[in-house]
């Protein structure tokens, strides 16, 4: 019987040049850093997970994006084309929705394994129930999806961020204030 792996080909293998996965690790780089290792991927065409994790750009490498157009036709043909492949690399991402002690189980999935990990090592959790033995950078999945995409709106599109995404967090605020709520009249606060 094949493997799922054993069975990549170049477009499979092209798409996957194009997926990230939300999820700390080892390997994991930060959001600033994905879009350009994705185009590293894609450039040298590879997608094995035992190849060396793309290397961080030091701060001098950095470049501020400089056309903020939210339609890439408007603007120079140069415009265009810039803000265009500041976003190409990108196609989809994924997150793991499940209690933190299943996620290294399914992380470990051979049909992960040749994702690009990205990391939010800068977020801090607001979840109302404490993960016994996880640090609080260890988000809830809606978090994690919020800050994903702020930080991806922030630093790969290079746009101010104005509350585009807050609404994500609607019921989670809402779940969060009624907990907090029923905490103070039992008196566990």
């Known amino acids: 019987m094949l493997t799922w792996r054993r069975c ?3 477009s499979v293998s092209a798409f996957f040049s194009q997926v990230v996965l939300v999820f700390p690790g080892p390997g994991a780089v930060s959001v600033q850093d994905m879009i350009q290792c ?11 997970p035992f190849d060396e994790p793309c290397l961080k750009r030091l701060k001098s490498e950095v470049q501020t994006p400089t056309h903020t157009a939210k339609d890439p036709q408007s603007g120079t043909p140069d415009e265009s084309k810039s803000s265009e492949s500041r976003v190409n690399p990108l196609r989809r991402v994924v997150f793991i929705d499940s209690t933190w002690n299943q996620t290294n189980k399914i992380s470990t999935d051979e049909r992960l394994q040749g994702l690009l990990q990205v990391e939010l090592k800068t977020r801090k959790t607001c979840f ?12 809830a999945t809606i978090e994690a999806i919020y800050y994903f995409l702020k930080d991806f709106h922030q ?8 509350g585009e995404y807050d609404n ?12 907090n709520k029923a905490k103070t009249s039992a008196g566990k606060c």
């Open 8 to 10: 990549y080909s170049k």
């Open 155 to 162: 630093h790969c599109l290079g746009q101010e961020y104005s």
């Open 38 to 48: 994705l185009r590293d991927r894609s450039n040298n065409g590879s997608v094995d």
């Open 128 to 139: 109302w129930r404490s993960q016994k033995g996880k640090p609080d950078t260890y988000l």
């Open 168 to 179: 994500l967090l609607f019921f989670y605020s809402y779940l969060h204030q009624l907990i």
